[in-house]
């Protein structure tokens, strides 16, 4: 299995507070990805990162922030949570951008 | 705008029997599609991948079909097994965007006794 952490695991917060999730990974692959996943909607991409400071948006990114200041971390932000962001949020890595490894999940869930 | 699509939500098959899995794409620029399989509170574990230079992949007890001109693959699970049951995604990415798949929406799998 791929090492790919994320932390924390379970999260409670109230709406408009700020949240920081990380996702770290000890494979030394170039690519980072963050996905939420809700019913009926499989896993959509957030965000994801080529490279050290190189980030994208994906499909869902509104709300969202990321950052990327070395290989092995990978930082998802809510910068004012709202209910809708309630979700599972996965961290995955690749090392050549086409078979992603998955982290184990980040259970949020915004009041 | 779903571009990979899993039109089946369940699937319920015997034990012993085959279990088959389909997903449909519309952007006929993909060129590499993958399934995962999701246990409930675990991320998804990959499974098996085809590129579009091939119509089937095959790794042990799976094996993976596509047609490209009906723009459809498929997953055979063959036989089947209790611990096979978890929610199959499928994926698929092209080259011009590599590094980011599509997601279909899932299909749970359930074998019984």
């Known amino acids: 299995d791929a090492g790919i952490t994320q932390s924390p695991r379970h999260k409670v917060t109230e709406t408009g507070t700020p949240v920081t999730l990380r996702c770290h990974q000890t494979?030394?692959?170039?690519?980072m990805y963050w996905y939420r996943q809700d019913p009926g909607h499989g896993l959509r991409l957030i965000h994801y990162?080529?490279?050290?400071?190189?980030?994208d948006k994906g499909e869902v990114s509104d709300g969202y922030s990321v950052s990327r200041s070395k290989t092995e971390d990978f930082l998802l932000t809510l910068e004012s949570a709202t209910s809708s962001q309630t979700s599972v949020y996965f961290c995955?890595?690749?090392?050549?951008?086409?078979?992603?490894?998955f982290g184990p999940g980040t259970r949020l869930t915004v009041t | 705008d779903q571009q990979v699509k899993q039109n089946s939500p369940s699937l319920s098959v015997q034990e012993g029997r085959i279990s088959i899995l389909n997903c449909d794409y519309t952007?006929?620029?993909?060129?590499?599609f993958l399934w995962y399989k999701k246990y409930p509170a675990e991320g998804p574990t990959f499974l098996i991948s085809?590129?579009?230079?091939?119509d089937k992949n095959e790794d042990g007890r799976f094996t993976v079909f596509l047609n490209k001109s009906a723009k459809h693959l498929s997953l055979h699970i063959v036989p089947s097994q209790p611990g096979d049951s978890a929610v199959y995604f499928c994926?698929?990415?092209?080259?011009?965007?590599?590094?980011?798949?599509?997601f279909g929406t899932g299909t749970r799998l359930q074998v019984t006794l």
């Open positions: 995955a890595i690749s090392e050549n951008g086409r078979r992603q490894y």
């Open positions: 494979e030394n692959h170039r690519y």
């Open positions: 990162s080529y490279g050290v400071k190189d980030t």
């Open positions: 952007n006929s620029m993909f060129d590499y």
């Open positions: 085809i590129s579009s230079i091939k």
């Open positions: 994926a698929a990415s092209d080259t011009g965007t590599a590094s980011k798949l599509t």
